[in-house]
């Protein structure tokens, strides 16, 4: 079993959840400050949606969450419909969950991972959609087929395109047209969100 906290309060209940699971259970987890964006404990085997929309679906985990919901403002004020799933159970993987989300939309699938796109998130939802023929474009962003040289954070994802600002190329890419209309998106991307901004019903 895998599982990838999110944020301080699955942080908090991760343990109890491991603890539930019969068999090894491996926990990923980043150092560091940790943000809290859900006010509930974290569920086996249960993705968060953290939006619900027709237009892209997005799957994340861990700290591509919270780098995601910082620009859900540009996508409100462009129009988009963004269908958010939040991961904390990566294994066992959540199909249904992915080709629902898949199949409800009208664009594609965008996945934002801190982690390789060979062998990850982005590859389990690759193989569910072929499993169930699900005809969507699919983009994953993370970690390349590289080995990735050791910085900040912040500067890693922006250096391997899976920050906030790749999410938003990644979204004009699959819906056909600029986003820029939607205001300012560099001081979007860029802001910390706020306690209003964050998910209240998860």
Request: hydrophobic share 40%; charged share 20%.
């Amino acid at each position: 079993r895998i599982l990838e906290v999110g944020d301080a309060t699955e942080v908090e209940s991760v343990l109890d959840v491991a603890e539930s699971i019969e068999g090894p259970v491996y926990i990923r987890m980043w150092r560091g400050q940790v943000p809290r964006l859900f006010p509930t404990p974290m569920k086996f085997g249960v993705p968060r949606m953290l939006s619900d929309g027709t237009d892209v679906a997005l799957i994340s985990s861990g700290l591509c969450t919270e780098e995601a919901l910082k620009v859900k403002k540009t996508f409100a004020l462009s129009g988009i419909q963004i269908r958010h799933l939040h991961l904390s159970t990566i294994v066992p993987f959540p199909t249904r969950d992915i080709v629902e989300a898949a199949e409800q939309v009208k664009y594609g699938v965008v996945v934002m991972e801190n982690h390789s796109i060979v062998g990850g998130i982005g590859s389990l939802t690759a193989e569910a959609l072929a499993e169930h023929g699900i005809g969507k474009k699919l983009l994953r962003l993370g970690v390349p087929g590289v080995y990735a040289h050791g910085a900040s954070c912040g500067y890693l994802m922006k250096e391997y395109g899976f920050d906030s600002s790749a999410l938003i190329q990644a979204v004009e890419k699959l819906v056909g047209r600029s986003l820029q209309s939607a205001g300012n998106m560099t001081a979007t991307a860029r802001q910390v969100l706020s306690a209003e901004e964050r998910p209240e019903d998860l």
